[in-house]
């Protein structure tokens, strides 16, 4: 097994070029949903300390929505996509053809409709994941919360910390152009699983 | 103006009166405080997993609650705390997300609690408090003057444990 935690620059960069061409594609279908222009940024691959992790997101208590999915298949993890709250009610907003400002809080309609959303994300992030990795993955059906970041990313931190201090993340963040949508799109590979990926790309 | 003394997870730390001890956004975590009320002496302590056997080396005893509690108890004694007036509370423990299949990792949560009251009581030290379960996240924090535990939810507001 290849240890997660050794990697080379160029694997590194491998797993940077595969979360940019899933991010790419997850990209093109938020803005397709919502009918703006997404920017994202080069996607970080990072190794950090576990306890850190919730620092990317605003730090352990900082609200956030966030639709969480399980990866089945080869190379299983999680995928995160989250959003801080205020975002995540603009993007439901858009969803639901109301002006920003209108949903002061989350009904089932809504939920549903974020859920559909991280369903799509994920969709397009996979399937662009396969075309470069011949891997193919298949995700659960989306589950979201509303709560403190430091709380839901403990649902994968906790699977991580069984089998090291450190978590291996590949981070995106989008933003639309009027600012009103800024999310974190989390691929969280499970432990083993890196070595699947980067072997997959062929990189020494 | 009393200190604010912050506690990350995998992490625990000491103080006494007047410190308040807090850690953030518990999830299936568990934030478990320790307080001799005499000398105004505890420590909170947040792990994320109930057993360190179960799990690959770590360098961090703090995460796990087999390790981190023995470990919080002589840093307290240590400090001036008498370990037969140790008195423990606790608080942490929820399942964030529901699936139907969920994984044992995803019901961690109830484990993480049962573990941290079974070491307790093997150390010999009365569980007074738990707030536990549910499905939303929790932070939490101890007032060495008083040694209340305060849990604090975001749409469940707060509460003195």
Redesign the interface.
Request: glycine share 12%.
């Given at each position: 097994m290849i240890d997660e935690f050794d990697l080379t620059p160029n694997q590194l960069d491998a797993l940077r070029e595969i979360g940019n061409i899933g991010a790419g594609n997850t990209a093109t279908a938020l803005s397709q949903v919502v009918n703006k222009k997404i920017d994202m940024n080069v996607p970080k691959v990072s190794l950090i300390p576990i306890e850190d992790v919730p620092d990317l997101v605003g730090g352990p208590d900082a609200i956030i929505v966030a639709v969480f999915l399980r990866v089945y298949g080869k190379a299983p993890g999680n995928i995160l996509f989250l959003m801080p709250k205020k975002n995540a009610f603009f993007l439901v907003d858009d969803l639901m053809g109301r002006p920003h400002g209108t949903t002061q809080e989350l009904d089932e309609m809504d939920i549903s409709a974020l859920k559909e959303v991280g369903n799509i994300l994920t969709g397009s992030y996979l399937n662009a994941f396969f075309h470069f990795t011949n891997i193919s993955m298949v995700p659960s059906i989306p589950s979201l919360a509303m709560d403190m970041a430091g709380a839901i990313l403990n649902v994968v931190l906790v699977q991580l910390g069984q089998m090291g201090d450190h978590a291996m993340v590949i981070e995106t963040k989008f933003l639309a152009e009027d600012d009103s949508i800024n999310g974190h799109f989390f691929l969280v590979p499970d432990p083993g699983s890196l070595g699947t990926l980067v072997k997959a790309v062929g990189v020494e | 103006m009393a200190d604010l003394i912050k506690v990350?997870?995998?992490?625990y730390k000491v103080g006494r009166s007047p410190s308040t001890l807090i850690s953030?956004?518990?999830?299936?975590?568990i934030g478990i405080s320790l307080y001799d009320p005499q000398r105004k002496i505890g420590g909170l302590l947040h792990i994320?997993?109930p057993d360190s056997t179960?799990?690959?080396s770590?360098?961090?005893p703090a995460?796990f609650a087999d390790t981190g509690i023995p470990l919080m108890i002589n840093d307290v004694v240590a400090l001036g705390a008498s370990r037969s007036r140790l008195v423990a509370k606790i608080a942490g423990g929820?399942q964030?997300?529901?699936?139907s299949n969920a994984t044992d990792?995803?019901r961690?949560g109830t484990r993480n609690a049962e573990t941290c009251k079974q070491i307790l009581r093997r150390n010999g030290i009365k569980v007074i408090a738990e707030d536990t379960g549910g499905?939303?996240?929790?932070?939490v924090s101890i007032d060495l003057n008083t040694g209340s535990y305060k849990v604090k939810t975001?749409d469940r507001g707060e509460k003195n444990i």
């Open positions: - | 990350g997870m995998a992490d953030y956004g518990l999830g299936s975590c994320m997993l179960q799990a690959r770590s360098d961090n995460k929820a964030m997300f529901a699936f990792i995803m961690v499905n939303y996240g929790r932070t975001i």
